[in-house]
């Protein structure tokens, strides 16, 4: 994208700089849970690469000061996704989207099942999720699959988030961020 030569661009950050400046946050403000992307940015968003790349270099500067720090990388269920669609496709509403087909960086988008340690339930947040993503002007437009979906198709999609912590055995537990 055009945007990512831009000199303002996060994908153009110094690595360390930004991390360093996110671990004085940290520590200032005694944190416990960070979130960052997974390392593909769940589907090659640069910025998105580098906010995982910043957050990975900031959790190493930290470890000391914060041991607790728990580190959460947010991703997609790429299995989830799958079965979506496979409903999609009974009901004719297929779209001809494949998750497992090369994103912007030509990697799959998401992550597999199998390697996700949590699942969180939004389901009761999918109208904010859905006006939030609604207002992304630069990336979204009112015609966009996204503000299209039907609402339980939208619902069904977005009323879970997943991730991957740091230092975790794998295994999918659904739970609550702030349950260990």
């Known amino acids: 994208w055009e945007q990512n030569d831009h000199d303002g661009a996060f994908c153009r950050a110094d690595v ?5 400046r996110l671990s ?6 005694s944190a416990d849970v960070l979130t960052i992307y997974d390392w593909h940015g769940g589907y090659g968003h640069p910025d998105h690469i580098q906010v995982h790349r910043v957050g990975c ?4 500067m930290v470890r000391g000061q914060l041991p607790g720090l728990r580190v959460l990388e947010s991703t997609m269920n790429r299995d989830e996704m799958r079965r979506g669609l496979a409903l999609l496709g009974t009901a004719g509403l297929e779209e001809g989207f494949d998750p497992d ?32 993503i609604a207002a992304h002007a630069s990336q979204i437009s009112d015609s966009s699959f996204f503000v299209q979906m039907p609402t339980e198709v939208f619902a069904r ?24």
């Open 16 to 20: 360390d700089d930004a991390a360093r």
């Open 24 to 29: 004085d946050l940290l520590v200032e403000e």
């Open 57 to 60: 270099r900031a959790e190493t």
């Open 101 to 132: 087909g090369p994103m912007d960086d030509g990697n799959p988008m998401g992550t597999p099942e199998a390697d996700l340690t949590l699942g969180v339930d939004v389901s009761a947040h999918v109208d904010t999720k859905r006006a939030s």
């Open 157 to 180: 999609a977005f009323g879970r988030e997943w991730f991957i912590e740091h230092d975790r055995p794998s295994g999918l537990r659904m739970g609550w961020v702030f349950e260990s």
